[in-house]
């Protein structure tokens, strides 16, 4: 096994545990950039492997941690970047239960939080379209995109039904309609 | 023995909770009130913390009971415990795709579920911007939008979608800003 790449490997997920607020697809922006350029998965087996991540149990940023791990990298690979993406989390939270339980209502933390905060809903929003426009290339696709979201939004029908439904309709098209692009 | 409890415990709340984040914390709380380990008063707290501290809620949440019941010791029991379930499914599920991921039915499937995780992500995209770029009153009607806020935000927008700089490089960055203008 070679270590160098299970540091970088490591060193990656490190970064991306660092840098993610708000959990689920708000990491997707960072993902992409870290392991896309790397050429360690394509944009599309991101998808698929968030898409996995949240219909199963468990943290989505973990999830996603141990499938790209083993691809790279097998058993040993998935512990270590598992324990990349925790260690940022576990260290900042032992910091604040040690040292500085009044974290919440410090002043300058919180002016730097509403900063990051902002930050994320534009990094969101930008992937957001990006994803939805490359996958807009069908009246079915189109119609899978709006329902979920819909779905999504206004029901509070579970991620995971959702992410089901769109497996279904995958597979009836595939069926009943062979020829369909 | 409470490393024992805590251990099954987050292993519960790793197993039994699907699509991560705050649909997590009931099982998390049920445990926390079934063992007394942290007062309510502390789970509020580690709430605010988790939200504001990077990484997943699960682990924020099992590091900081684990510590205040058991010390360090405790907080790693219990952060392992959370993420062990999905080490043991996530191999067994990447082994059946690496065989399958050909197969023309999984190719069919896949087809479906992206578009699916777009409408996904769409969501998300709204939801974060009606709770970060919005005063909301009283949790449930959109007041004004906070004008210091959405400037970061397009900003953030233009510099990743148009000039494709690091999402990294562009948090640090908003945190700064943050630090000036708020």
Known sequence: ?181 | MIYWELFISFFKVGLFTIGGGYAMLPLIQQEIEAYQWITTQEFIDILAIAEMTPGPVAVNTATFVGYKSAGVLGSLLATTAVALPSLIIILLLARFLEKYQEHPIMKAVFSGIRPAVAGLIGAAAIFIIRNTLFVVNGGTSLGLPDLRAVLIAIAVFIAVRYYKVDPIKVIIASAVVGLIIF
């Open chain 1, 1 to 181: 096994m070679n270590f160098r790449f299970l540091l970088e490997l490591f060193v990656t997920w490190f970064k991306l545990g660092l840098f993610t607020f708000g959990g689920g697809f708000a990491m997707l922006p960072l993902i992409e950039k870290e392991v896309v350029e790397k050429g360690w998965a394509t944009r599309d087996e991101i998808l698929d492997i968030m898409a996995i991540s949240q219909s199963v149990p468990g943290a989505i940023a973990i999830n996603t941690a141990i499938y790209l791990g083993k691809r790279m990298a097998g058993f040993v690979g998935a512990i270590v970047a598992a324990i990349g993406v925790i260690s940022p989390s576990v260290l900042v939270i032992l910091a604040i239960a040690v040292y500085f339980v009044q974290f919440q209502e410090n002043l300058y933390i919180m002016k730097a939080f509403s900063g990051i905060r902002a930050a994320i809903a534009g990094l969101i929003t930008a992937t957001a379209i990006r994803v939805a426009s490359v996958n807009f290339h069908s009246k079915i696709a189109m119609t899978i995109i709006i329902g979920s979201l819909a779905l999504n939004l206004f029901t509070s029908v579970h991620a995971a039904w959702i992410i089901l439904l769109g497996a279904f309709v995958g597979y009836v098209v595939y069926h009943y309609l062979p020829n369909y692009k």
